[in-house]
């Protein structure tokens, strides 16, 4: 199959995201002479087929390796994890010429990154998602970090890789529930910003993964480009379905509703929002959440109370001041920000997720 290259442009920091099959023994490390890399993976990970013989050509051809586990889980995104990577790469001896690379989904990718961002003040980091969820997401973008008991994803540092590579090898071996997870971000793509896309998918993954990666990480890597760090309100649009979905992976406690599955109950939260403040028409509504449902996806999640999520989306993180900027969608295609949801309307955009209101 043909090799795709999207680039993500920023200037002295822009870097390739390398997709197709058989691509790890091409674009692996060392990237440079003696490279020293510490190879961060998770339990899940380290164990499966293909990872041996990356590990064996790393042990090879690395001036030294350091292969490094965590416990595969959203729980091990936290900072007692990140310290005692940090400690095991300052015992090897991990100099400046180091070189992380994070093999897996969005957990490992955004705490190996973090420790990229922080050790020794920042080493290069290659990116390596195993997930679809982290191929077509979280590992372009630059946004590392770990969650607090506060909350999700509450420190961390922009820090963008040197390198992504997406190989589509690795993905056979993926859980088809963590494979539908990696769907709500594309279907995601499709609704804020490519109608067209939203047609290719919204019957259920296509078998052309390459295309859906590619176009989905041409999406974001063109979103980052023009917002790296959230400033102009451009990237906020990836946030899409996060409010809600963020509540929801908090409330549910981390790891009971993969993040994919939360943002995919957030997306028919503000598709309801989007209808009622925007004049969505519910017609559109409705195929977007009949897009999810193709997908294998919920669309609701019973028991979720107004009174139980509110709190948790006042103190999202993209709050501006005292209030919550919602990503809203008039129509296919489009996305406008308010911080004006009336507490009534969110009540009902709770009460469609909890699947006690129909639409
Ligand atoms: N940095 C960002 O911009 C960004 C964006 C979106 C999400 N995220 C973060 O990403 C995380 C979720 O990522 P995720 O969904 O990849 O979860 P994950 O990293 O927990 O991976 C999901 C599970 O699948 C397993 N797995 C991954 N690839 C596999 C493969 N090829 N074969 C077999 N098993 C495999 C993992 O071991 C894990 O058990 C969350 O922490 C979320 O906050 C970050």
Redesign the pocket.
């Known amino acids: 199959m043909h090799e795709k290259t999207v680039r993500v442009e920023l200037d002295t920091r822009s870097y390739p995201i390398h997709i197709g099959s058989g691509l790890w023994e091409k674009y692996l490390p060392p990237l440079t002479a003696n490279a020293e890399v510490a190879l961060i993976a998770?339990?899940?990970?380290s164990g499966?087929p293909w990872f041996a013989p990356l590990r064996e050509k790393l042990t090879v051809s690395a001036a030294k390796l350091l292969p490094l586990t965590v416990p595969?889980?959203?729980t091990t995104?936290n900072l007692t994890v990140f310290t005692e990577l940090c400690s095991a790469l300052a015992k090897a001896r991990i100099s400046r010429r180091g070189i992380i690379v994070a093999v897996?989904?969005?957990?490992?990718?955004?705490l190996a990154?973090f420790v990229a961002a922080s050790y020794l003040r920042g080493i290069a980091f290659v990116q390596v998602?195993?997930?679809l969820?982290?191929a077509v997401?979280?590992?372009?973008?630059g946004?590392?970090?770990v969650?607090l008991p506060e909350g999700?994803?509450l420190v961390g540092a922009f820090y963008q890789p040197d390198a992504v590579i997406v190989d589509l090898d690795?993905?056979?071996?993926?859980?088809p529930r963590?494979l539908a997870?990696?769907m709500a971000?594309v279907v995601k793509y499709g609704i804020i910003k490519a109608p067209n896309f939203f047609e290719y998918v919204k019957n259920g993954r296509p078998p052309d993964l390459a295309r859906v990666i590619e176009k989905s990480v041409s999406i974001k890597a063109e979103v980052v480009a023009n917002d790296e760090r959230e400033e102009t309100g451009l990237r906020a649009m990836l946030n899409f379905g996060h409010t809600i979905g963020h509540a929801i992976e908090q409330t549910a406690g981390y790891g009971n509703w993969?993040?994919?599955e939360a943002v995919s109950v957030g997306m028919i939260g503000a598709a309801w929002l989007s209808h009622r403040l925007l004049g969505l028409p519910l017609t559109v509504a409705r195929d977007i959440r009949a897009a999810l449902t193709m997908n294998q996806l919920p669309v609701t999640i019973s028991g979720l109370d107004y009174d139980q999520l509110a709190p948790v989306i006042a103190v999202d993180k993209k709050s501006t001041g005292k209030k919550v900027n919602w990503v809203l969608c008039p129509e296919l295609g489009r996305t406008v920000q308010s911080t004006e949801v009336p507490e009534d309307l969110l009540r009902e955009a709770i009460a469609v997720c909890a699947g006690r209101k129909e639409f």
């Open positions: 998770d339990a899940n990970i499966q595969a889980g959203e995104k897996g989904g969005g957990v490992v990718g955004d990154g998602p195993t997930s969820l982290a997401d979280s590992s372009v973008g946004k590392t970090g969650n999700k994803n690795f993905l056979p071996t993926l859980p963590e997870a990696g971000e993969l993040h994919g």
